[in-house]
């Protein structure tokens, strides 16, 4: 059972738009910035989002997310067939003091 | 190339051991935080543990508090994780990732490719 909760699948077609959720609480979500990870299948994880919408060089900008009290979400625009990866939210948590993560959820584009 | 690269991976007995290795490289290691990240088979990324830039403070997640030891050596640029007592649970992919550099925000932000460890008998 993970910390933060997210849906276990979504799904779009081609040019659709998507979001994904991610709850936590205060001592996580509720204080802190949620980040988000994308794993392509048989890879490794690499950081998607930062810092309030914030993309590392190479993500493109119809991913975005949003975030207000213990809750976050990620916004996949412009649905494209290498978009289909799992996608992890996780942020700091002062109750464990340390980092936490999302189940996961796994995105197929159909 | 700024990298990470996970070694020492391998299948252990229940209540064996094995150190793993991140070797990292294009960054100045020393000046960073590190981290464990592992995944069990068909399973969510799970913090295991971290240190901090001069490996002076280290912190763990409560399923491997005592068994498992994070160092790193900076002379080398190499983090390690040395795992004992090592329980069939504790079969996933281990990353070794990078905590960004940013006071305004904890994420990580450069992660290794992984090491499969497999304890069964």
């Known amino acids: 059972q993970s910390v933060l909760t997210q849906p276990p699948s979504a799904s779009g077609t081609p040019g659709q738009r998507v979001t994904i959720s991610c709850s936590g609480s205060t001592s996580n979500i509720g204080s802190y910035t949620v980040n988000w990870y994308q794993q392509l299948p048989g890879m490794a994880p690499r950081l998607l989002i930062y810092?309030?919408?914030q993309r590392p060089s190479g993500v493109p900008d119809r991913f975005s997310d949003s975030q207000s009290g213990t809750s976050a979400s990620l916004a996949i625009s412009g649905l494209q067939s290498e978009d289909e990866a799992d996608y992890y939210c996780?942020?700091?948590?002062?109750?464990?003091?340390?980092?936490?993560f999302g189940g996961g959820t796994k995105l197929t584009v159909v | 190339e700024v990298q990470l690269v996970e070694s020492g991976g391998g299948l252990v007995q229940p209540g064996g051991s094995l150190r793993l290795s991140c070797a990292a490289s294009?960054?100045?290691?020393?000046?960073?935080?590190m981290y464990w990240v592992r995944q069990a088979p068909g399973k969510g990324l799970v913090w295991v543990s971290r240190i901090n830039s001069d490996g002076s403070s280290t912190n763990y997640a409560d399923s491997v508090k005592g068994r498992f030891t994070i160092s790193r050596d900076n002379a080398r640029n190499t983090l390690y994780l040395q795992m004992n007592s090592l329980r069939d649970e504790d079969t996933a992919v281990y990353y070794c990732?990078?905590?960004?550099?940013?006071?305004?925000?904890?994420?990580?932000?450069?992660w290794g490719r992984g090491t499969l460890v497999s304890v069964s008998s």
């Open positions: 810092i309030n919408d």
């Open positions: 294009g960054f100045t290691f020393r000046s960073y935080w």
């Open positions: 996780a942020t700091w948590d002062d109750s464990l003091n340390g980092p936490v």
């Open positions: 990732a990078r905590e960004a550099d940013s006071g305004l925000s904890w994420y990580l932000d450069l």
